[in-house]
DNA sequence: CCTTGACCTTCCCGTGACTGGAAGCCCTAT
DNA sequence: ATAGGGCTTCCAGTCACGGGAAGGTCAAGG
């Protein structure tokens, strides 16, 4: 398979591919003109990439993550581990966000969002104190 | 002021401060030393910008914030749809760190975490119709 | 007067994970 | 012969800074 195709079938754009070999996450082999020739397992692999980054693993979780699918004499528990520093991440990410969320909103209904130019979310922005 | 003085005051650190002048949000003086010479104000216009970034606004938001801000002509509606917009992102990413957490906690509450190898959460990125 | 140390300056490189674009080769069809 | 689509490499840009080098400035102490 030309790149092309691989891109197609795994649902990532070719520069992402190359960029996932130039990183050594995968060695596509090359034809006598120079293309990369994508084997099953190539495609495999930047599938499982995919699905990884699509849950928010870093590039280096999942170079970590590969290297422990193909290692028949992994223990689960060091993948399970991988995936729960990951879900620590995401829930401080989330929590995060749900603070700026919460002071946002309070902010966004204050404001009246009329034709005059007084306005409670840059006197939030400009001094939370005084202006609660 | 000097810098330090102004990054203590703000929280911010120098460097993001200088930062800050190179893209044009602020424009301190300098001293006859060449030092940057902050006035009240500019120390006002960093602790407004920390506290939109701290709510997730990017520099380009807080730009547009800051105009507002100093606009004595301004709708107080632009400033909440700019707001809003942020809001409806800050939802956004809300919504999809939970569909990665509840894909990711589903997969690791179903792996045993011990040592031996068959994992359901290689097996999920691997290929997540057969896994289940 | 000299040194020390804290402060300040500019400049350049690196981050993560790509994305865009230029210049040019390969292959097939017309 | 040419047109097009696909492939290659390389360079630069993204966002919002952070690290660190090389060097100027200033106040205090010996």
């Known amino acids: 398979m030309n790149i092309g195709e691989v891109a197609r079938r795994s649902g990532l754009p070719a520069k992402t591919i190359r960029y996932y070999e130039e990183?050594?996450?995968?060695?596509?082999?090359?034809?006598?003109?120079?293309?990369?020739?994508?084997?099953?397992?190539?495609?495999?692999?930047?599938?499982?990439?995919?699905?990884?980054?699509?849950?928010?693993?870093?590039?280096?979780e999942c170079r970590t993550l590969l290297a422990l699918y193909e290692?028949?004499?992994?223990?689960?528990?060091?993948?399970?581990?991988?995936?729960?520093?990951?879900?620590?991440?995401?829930?401080?990410?989330?929590?995060?966000?749900?603070?700026?969320?919460?002071?946002?909103?309070h902010l966004v209904r204050a404001c009246a969002g009329d034709d005059r130019p007084d306005c409670p979310i840059l006197r939030g922005l400009a001094d939370p104190e005084t202006a609660g």
């Open 23 to 60: 990183i050594g996450l995968i060695r596509p082999r090359r034809s006598d003109n120079g293309y990369r020739s994508f084997a099953g397992t190539d495609l495999h692999k930047l599938a499982f990439i995919g699905r990884a980054r699509a849950l928010g693993f870093t590039i280096e």
């Open 71 to 105: 290692d028949e004499t992994r223990e689960s528990a060091e993948v399970k581990r991988v995936a729960q520093d990951h879900l620590r991440h995401i829930d401080e990410k989330i929590a995060e966000l749900q603070d700026m969320r919460a002071t946002l909103s």
